[in-house]
């Protein structure tokens, strides 16, 4: 059955580092988000993609937050300067326009 | 702000019994409802989604909407201990590439 993936699963960063988290989507899917969920908190939206580019994003996602579809199959989030706040974990989500499939996630912890 | 309420629980359910959760939201314009499972420490996981008014049924989970009373339930039948996680009610509005609002999830424990 295919599924999204997403690396690293883990990863830990200081301050003020660039960070940036790859995500293979479901191959027929056009449609990708990444969402974060802080310990113990609710799922939380940042962005979605379509159409190779933005088509919508959540005020979380501040000009810190970028995303890209730099070929066929990766979707990458990157954090320019990453603060402790950042710490969480971050899925990413693929769509053919009904349900949306999440990744594994990708903890990061930022110290 | 759109808001989807879920009672945190925990719901405690015997096993073999029928569990019920529910969700409501704000949003008269949603369109789209969504319930996944979620382990702890994982991911959450596409359980089933549902559109009209109604019931839909697969296997032996049932998700009713009543967009009325902008009210979501999800039945889960004959519960097994493997059912035991918290269970999130998300809601979506008119656009396939729209965010999804989650709520905060319902603890659900399958007693044996």
């Known amino acids: 059955e295919p599924e999204v993936t997403q690396t690293p699963s883990h990863q830990v960063t200081q301050m003020g580092q660039e960070v940036i988290l790859r995500c293979v989507p479901i191959s027929n899917h056009l449609y990708f988000y990444w969402y974060r969920q802080i310990l113990g908190q609710k799922v939380e939206f940042l962005v979605s993609?379509?159409?190779?580019?933005?088509?919508?994003k959540s005020e979380i996602f501040d000009d810190q937050f970028s995303v890209e579809r730099p070929d066929g199959s990766n979707f990458t989030l990157k954090i320019r300067s990453t603060k402790l706040e950042d710490s969480a974990m971050y899925f990413c989500?693929?769509?053919?326009?009904?349900?949306?499939?999440f990744g594994p996630g990708t903890r990061l912890t930022v110290t | 702000q759109k808001e989807v309420e879920q009672n945190s629980g925990p719901l405690s359910v015997p096993e073999g019994a029928i569990a019920s959760l529910n969700c409501t939201y704000s949003?008269?314009?949603?369109?789209?409802f969504f319930w996944y499972r979620q382990y702890s420490g994982k991911s959450p996981e596409l359980i089933m989604f549902i559109y009209s008014n109604g019931d839909k049924e697969d296997g032996r989970f049932t998700a009713q909407l009543n967009k009325a009373s902008q009210y979501v339930s999800l039945l889960i039948r004959d519960s097994q201990p493997s059912d035991s996680a918290t269970y999130l009610c998300?809601?979506?509005?008119?656009?396939?590439?729209?965010?999804?609002?989650f709520g905060s999830g319902t603890r659900l424990s399958i007693r044996p």
């Open positions: 949003d008269r314009g949603s369109q789209s």
């Open positions: 998300a809601v979506r509005d008119d656009s396939s590439a729209s965010k999804i609002i």
């Open positions: 993609f379509y159409n190779n580019e933005i088509s919508e």
């Open positions: 989500a693929s769509s053919d326009g009904g349900g949306e499939y």
